[in-house]
Structure formats: C-alpha cells, structure tokens
C-alpha cells in the first residue's frame, strides 16, 4: 500500500506492510500478535529507511566535517525533527535515549545530580522533607528510578492508589501533591489497565504547587494523537519500539527552559562545552544529554515510523484500537470465570485487556493461547506493586495495534475457551 | 496437539493433587525462591539426618523429609509435587544427582533422554524443556531444595564449630 | 564473498561486503572512508542478521513466554554469547549498554550508588581521600564521567601524564597509584595517537594496591585480538558501531564477582527481584544492569560483526592495519611541514594516523580531502586534554580498518600535497 | 572544483590578511566564544558609543569599534575579519540586519540570496552555506559579537540605574 491512500484505516493493507506478519508460528498456526505492549512490530518502511542509512549515509553525526557525516548529521537532526512534530514538540527539546526507561532516568539522576553541580542547577536539587509521588499502576520503569533517586538524595516517595475498577484513587489529591512536593511522575496509560489517566489535571494541581510533573507516554504517543503543548506537563517519556520503530531508542521530551536548567546524567564525547583534566561545562541541549556517538540508524527509522502512524492518521489508529477494545471487553469480559483488570467500560481506556480466569495460572493460559498460535503477555507486566492490588501475582494481557483484527479477537476469546476446556475448569462444563 | 507434550497426564495429575504440601516441622534448612517475570513463589523445607545416628551430615545423609508451600503455575506445582516424592528418603548423593540430572534435562531443548531409573515421575517434565519461559516454573522448587539444603549443611556446621 | 575463504585478508572481497564502500561522493569521487575510528562501516551480513530478527522473530526479550518471545530471547541470550566469546569472556559478565559511554558511566554511576545501597555493596563506595587516576590520552567518555564521579562523591582525580612522543609517561607511577587509588581507567588504544598502553602492567601495579581496572577498548576490541582472562583487568567497555556492529549498543564487561557486588544504574522493568511500592530487590547481572526492553535486534547484528571478523581473523585484521600504519607514517609523515602527532614508528601502535600541516587548519585540510573524497576526521577527536599537551587544538586524524587499501593512504597522501598546494604553503614551493 | 564556491578569493585574502585583528581599547563590551566539535576560540570586543552624546545605547547608537583575537580555520578568521570591516561605524541597527541576513545566509544550504548592498564582502561566505559543518566556523565571530554588544547594552544599563 501507499500509506497516505488508508483513509479510515484498511487493515489488510496495514497489515502488508509488517512482513512478520505473514509467518506462522507452532505447528503451521497464523500468527496472532497480541503483545504490542510490549514490542510492536516494524513495517517495512522503517527497516528501510534504517537500512538505507546504512548502506548511503552512514558516519558519526555531529563528529565530522566530510560528506558522508554531514549527510548523517543531517539525518539525525531530521529525524528529531520529524519525532519532535509528531507530539507537537520543538526539536531542541527531544532528547534521545535508548529507551522510555534511560529517558525517565535520565530526569531523576539530574535530580540528584544538581546537588553537586553548583549554583546553576539549584532548581533540581531534592532532600529530605521533599516529596516525589508516583502512583500504585506505573510500569517499574518509572517507580524504580523514582525509588532509587529517594535513596540516594533522602527524599520520600508517595504514590496515588488505585480503586477496584482500575481508575486511579485522586480522593487524597489535595494531601498527596503539596508543597514539599517536588515532581509528580506518572502514566499516561496504563500498560495493564489500559486505563488513561488525567494527567492535565494532575499537572494543574502539581504546579499549583511548584511540582514539576513528568508523564511516562511509553504507551500513549503510541496509541493515540499526543501533543505536549496541550497536555501541560514538563517531561514526556517514550520508547521507540512500541510504536512501530527500532529498538533501541527513546525520547525525553522537556520543556526547554527546564532542560537548559538541568546538569547532565550520561557524561562523554559530544555533551561537552570545553574539557580541561579537572573540569568540563557542558553543551546546550539535546547535545548536553546525548553523550557519545548516538543511534542515528535508529532515529531516522524512528522518524519513520512517525511519517508511516502520520499518514495513518493517529486519530485513525485511536479509532480503530477503540473499537478493538470495545468489542474484547465484551467477547473476553462476558466469558464465564473471566475477570477483567482494570476498566470494563472503553471510556478513557486504551487497548491493553489484562485479565484472570478462574482456576487457570496465567502461565497456563498463555500456553495454550500460543499453541493455537496467540501470542499474549503473562506475568506482572512489569507493574508488580499494581498487581498486588488487585490480589493476584499475575494476569494475561492482550494489547492491540493498528494491525491487529476483530478475528485476532474472536481467536482470543475462543483460545481462552479452549484453555478452559483443557483444562477442564468449572467455567468450561 | 504440541500441547500434550508439555501437559503429560502425571504432571496434570500432581497438579491437581499436590503431594506433600505445606510446610512441615521438623526441618533444619528453608528457602524462599521467586520467579521475578511472573511473581511465582515457592518456600520449601528440608529435614536432613545424618546416616549414621549422632554422624556429620555428608553425602550419604537421608533427606528426611521435604515440605513446601507455594503459589505458581501448573508446572511449577506439579514440579514442587513430584520434587517430594523423588527426595523424601533418598541420600543427600541421590538427591543431587537427581537435581543434576533434571537440571540437565530441563536444558536439553527437548532433546534429553532423561535416565527414568533417576527421574521416575520427573521424566514426564522432559517436553517442557521445548519451552524456554516455561524451564525456571520446573526448576523453580529443585532451586529453592538446593538452597534450602544448603542451609542445612551450613546449620550443622556452625551447631559442630 | 564467503567470508570463511578470506585466508589473510583479502581486501577487495571485503569491500564488497559493504556496501557504501561502492558510492561516490562529492563531485562523483569514489568514496575514500578513513574515519573508522569515528564509526566503522557494516558489512551486509550484519545488516541482514537485524532484519532478519525484525522480519520472523521480533518480539521483547525476557518479558514473554510466546514463540515469538522465546525466539527472541535466544537470538539475543545467543548473541551475548558470541559477543563474549569474541572477547574471552563468559557470557554472565557481559553487559548490553548503548555504547562505550554508556558501559563506563555505569561503572561510575554504581560507585557512587554504592554509598546508599547498603552493606553489600560497600567495596564500591569512594568518598573524599580516595583517588582516582587517568590519563591524559583519554577520550571525553573515559575522562568526564570519572570527573563526575569526583564532583558526586568528594573523590580526587589524577592522571598519568603523556610524552612528547606519544606514549603514558610512567615515571611517576610509584606515587600515582597508592594505596588511596580505588579505581584506575585508562584506554587500551589512543583514538588519536594509535598508542597501544601498557595496560596489564599498570592494571599489576593497581591490583598490588587494591585498586580496580577500568579499561576503554573501543579503539582496541575493533582491531587486535582482545581477551579478558589475559589481559588482567576488572572492566572493559568497547561499541558496537566501531566494530561492524549496529549503532546503539555496547558491552561492559565485568569480573563476576565484582559485576555481582555492583549497585545498579539505570533502574527499571527486567532488572529487579521483586518490587514493592516502597522497595525493591535486584536481578543477578547480567540482567541488573539492563532496565527496559534491550536493543536485541543490535546485539544480534554485533553478534553477526563478531562472526564475521572471527571469520576474517582478528589476527590478519591486526596484520592488515599494521601493515597500512606502518606505511601511512611513512607517506603521510615524510610529507614536508607535516608533523604526525603520536608515535612515528609502529611499534605497540594502532591505525590512528593523527596530523598537522603546517600554516593549514585542519578544517581547511579536511575540507580539501573531503573534496577529493577522502574522509577523514579533524578537531579534537573528543581528546581535548590531550590535544592541548601538544600544543595544538584540532589535528586531521585518519583511521584505517580491515576495508581499506595501500591505495587510499597513497590518495591521503596526495590530497595533503593538493592542500598544500591549494592554500600555497611553504611546504608546497 | 567546489573547493572554490568555498574558498572565494576574498576569503582566501581576508585570511592571509586580517583586518582589525588584536584585542583594543577602549571598550564596554567583551565576549569570548569556543566552537567545542573544534576547539577553535574567538574572542570579540566593541566599543558601542551613543547616538546623542550623553544619550542611551538605543538602536541608533553607533558600533565605534570591534576588535579581536582568534584561533581557527580560514573560514573563522576571515569572517572575524569581514565582521569589523561591516560594523565598525554602522548603527546597531545597521549591525543586528548584517548579523540577521548572514545568519540566515548561512543556513540556505547553497540556496541563499544575499544582499550585497546590506552584507558586501560578506556574501563571499555564501558557498559555506553548502557545507553545514563549516557553518559554526563562518558564524562563530558573529555570535561573539552579539554577545559582546548584550554585555555593552548591559552595562550601560547598568550604569543608568
Ligand atoms: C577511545 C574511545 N573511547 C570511547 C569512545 C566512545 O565510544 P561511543 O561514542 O561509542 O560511546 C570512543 C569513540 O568515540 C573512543 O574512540
Ligand atoms: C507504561 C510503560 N512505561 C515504561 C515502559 C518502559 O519502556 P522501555 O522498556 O522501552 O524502556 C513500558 C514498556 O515496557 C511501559 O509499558
């Protein structure tokens, strides 16, 4: 296909453009790819483009003045601009990272950084008597770090809870976000819940307060139409690899003036201002934050990635997952010993299904499921804490993209049956 | 059905009548293991007497007795189960060839042809070892028994010194 | 080519493994790359070994029990076992970064997290009184992040000075490495000079004072046969993009016993024992040090480069560069008012042929070659320190791999005379 | 040859023969910057008097003088050398148009118009525009210049209040 002719979004021609697709898996099965979660697949229009910068362009960005580097160069900083448009951002205020992961990082080891890098960085120093809150759902990626950073400068972490039906608990808002508060991080939506949180609200409140707040977008900017300058937070954090790009690479997006005002985390080649043995100043960012020779490959498949969901249309893509959605809440929901985690209505809710059935481990049920050829996600989800609230260790998880079909959905729903037909559970008599 | 390979008719079995669950006294070594992708936990306890009465716990000791409480998959319980039956009243020696031989097994890629005079009841996990995520749920309670005993001999050391 | 039937190195059948070797730059110019040191070129092996991942196994590592999943997982844990059997070593000590500067902000990073992660991480804890020593050769990635470990914990830097000719000045050695010395982090091979370091010497000397060995291989696990169990040392960081591999990864590797008493860095999903809102446990390493969803397509292309210098040798790729350097300083610094910074004769010296012209800018000398298609990289090579003992603030540095031919240096050669005669020097009359 | 798009005659001359180079006095404005991907300095100093005498530092004021002292390419040194020729005697006004039209200049990628009547021997640099790595070479002066005349304009305020 021609991505711009999708119109509404023609799946079938989507779905020839991701070549893994067309494999089959176990015994001669369809793939069902249900675990876009975790990892999307890649079209081939991204492995192209990487490819190609291989095979032409290929040399150190940023490093050289010979052709072959200022045509690297030249990508890499097209491809950030083209990220930087597609949540609504400027170039200089996207950082790359390997991962959402390095990127939330990255902000909480400024943090503790600013302690010891003088007077111009005071703005991010945090201690004892501050407050970091985060909530019961985040993915580990941005609780961990935020743990960690508690550790190391004396701070203490709070966190939001979650009601029984997987919306976040903002009854304790007006104690929870204060004045000692110093940033707010929290999902975008929920890698298990699906559910999509209030972030601008939260925000409001937060800076009402002075808190800087960071949104962990890892599994919205995939998903649907995302614009930082609406969504009035300060950090935005996402992986390029759950949004039909590389592995790899991810992106920090911060607003410039905060970015200006933070020391750096990864130091080395190509962040640096001037360097003497016993110091160094840095450079402006992005640069200041890219420390070493960067994933230029990966950027430029990055960046297209974003002009194939662009010619999509992410209102498209929203679209279509909704539905998705929709109609899985009610073929999984409605199966007799199914229990859903998190929202059962598709109101402020993206495609990710996490689910129990009655007497079958999560573990087992996912077995089955890929022996007839779907491939769902079992285990915590990286949300441990968040499972604990809901009283069990584990769940199995769909998550859909815009490849995925209604048919991929029925298969789940009847997988399923057939797990508690093998099984022999009470729900299958 | 590849299934079927996997889900042999014994482990099946174990699973849904689990030998020798919960925990028990005496036992004079515990360990607690977590499988950190699913949040599966296993605490299991050993009882090791010396062979000869009042003797140091060397390798021909006798596992008295193996206890275990757990949380997890059918393969690990089933695995947990079948654990207890080959252990309780063999030799410390007999106990750890067996782990060998299953650790061996689960490793084998489906390729292993488990030594059933050894493994008795524990040849029946040999079609799990296709499966790579699945390995750490049938290892998940041997690992626990091997730190467990660990402890044991570590007790009597310092009870001797 | 196959690349098994290379015998010595056969030189033009290696070319045609890589393709951007075949274009032409500037005004039609066959394309003359001497930048390798900057980043190297890949062969299309590798470039299909991370398409084939993205095409039949994509999916994420470590975190699905799916086919897809499990396939993924053995093609990276695979890979990881390539990748350190390349270097000598066990596969758990072989940590996946993004990059060279990334493995060595590791180690920083978990020197100073060791002062708030308790008991068992104590041996790595540095504070004030403590030192630790480098060298003034030292690429920003080896040299700023020990800064900041400095500037974090109260610790004081030192260095090993360098001689006019070229090579580390030990003559203070007896007094810079002491019993305060904690850590020691120096570069296996000079990006600028090609000077190859004593390294298991000093690392003797280090150990004798109970200090750990830091190496930065990235200019030497590309070119010379490198194994960890020989070469005497305790960590050794190297990238992929310099060797054939893939751009965004790179490799710490670590003795065991100092890998598994090491707080972690980036913190995360895939990294932890068991989390809690308010605490969290630890993975064993590898895994501690790989928060998020890995770079696996890229290991399994750095696996591919592995192979495919293997298949090559690491002995005649050795061979090969010696025998170019050897013929470069000759060509290159017999030439009038040129001046070669580094050693002049190609003992313990690797294919790093840095330069001056004399009364030319190396910006002017770069633009020059650039024209006639030859790339070469000029500047301060991300040595700034270093390039200030010489009295000079950028140099023309051309670098040489297992691709390039006696020819290229003859057309280096030529295109200084051009710049000479282009700007009118003395040397040119 | 595209060498000589790059290296016009003017700015092979302007580099062997730098007007104005050398840090003078008097002064009310200073500035030093470095390029960090090549180490090469530049530092700028100007004099900015009044319009009126007496009267404030406003956009009729006059660029009295610019001097300074560099290290770099041929590229950098020739534009530090054009710099002064342009604004030594023009307005700040003049001045801040000069350093508008050759910073947009410099990023047209070849594709650039300049107007000769506002930047003369400065369209000279119009080929650099074609090589992006060379462009902070060419632009290096001028934005130690703009520095140097914020700190001017500062320090006159200064001095008001
Ligand atoms: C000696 C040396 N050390 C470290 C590095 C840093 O490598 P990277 O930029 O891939 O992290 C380089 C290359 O830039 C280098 O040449
Ligand atoms: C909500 C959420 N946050 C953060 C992450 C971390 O992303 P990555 O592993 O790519 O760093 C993920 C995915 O694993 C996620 O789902």
Sequence with gaps: MTTSELGRLDVEAVRADFPILARTVRDGRPLVYLDSGATSQKPRQVLDAERDFYERHNAAVHRGAHQLAEEATDAYESARATISAFVGAQPGEVVFTKNATEAINLVAYAMSNAATSGEAYARFVVGPGDEIVVTEMEHHANLVPWQQLCQRTGATLRWFPVTSDGRLDLSGIDELINDNTKLVALTHQSNVLGTVNPVTAIAERAHAHGALVLVDAAQSVPHMPVDVTELGVDFLAFSGHKMLGPNGIGVLWGRPELLAAMPPFISGGSMIGVVYMDHTTWADPPQRFEAGVPMAPQAVGLAAACDYLSAVGMENVLAHEQALTQYALKQVGDLPGVRIVGPTDPVDRGGAISFTVEDIHPHDVGQVLDDVGVEVRVGHHCAWPLHRCYETVATTRATFYLYNTFAEVDALAEGIQATQRFFGTAAAR | ?161
Tied chains: 1, 3.
């Excluded at chain 2, 515990?30 to 306890?45: F, L, Q, S």
């Excluded at chain 2, 009243?89 to 390729?111: N, P, V």
């Design chain 2, 1 to 161: 059905m590849q299934l079927d390979s996997m889900y042999q008719e014994i482990i099946l079995d174990h699973y849904r009548n689990p030998h020798n669950k919960g925990l028990r006294e005496p036992h004079n070594g515990e360990a607690h293991h977590i499988n950190p992708t699913c949040g599966d936990e296993v605490t299991v306890r050993v009882r090791l007497t010396p062979a000869v009465e009042g003797g140091a716990l060397d390798d021909k000791a006798t596992i008295a007795d193996v206890s275990y409480d757990s949380m997890g998959c059918s393969i690990s319980q089933a695995s947990a189960s079948v654990l207890t039956d080959l252990l309780i009243g063999s030799t410390l020696e007999e106990g750890m060839r067996m782990l060998d031989e299953f650790t061996e097994l689960m490793h084998s890629k489906g390729q292993g042809e488990p030594d059933e005079d050894v493994l008795q009841d524990a040849v029946a996990f040999a079609g799990v070892s296709k499966y790579p995520a699945r390995i750490k749920c049938a290892l998940l309670a041997w690992m626990a028994w091997k730190d467990a005993t660990a402890q044991s001999l570590e007790t009597e050391k310092e009870g001797a010194s």
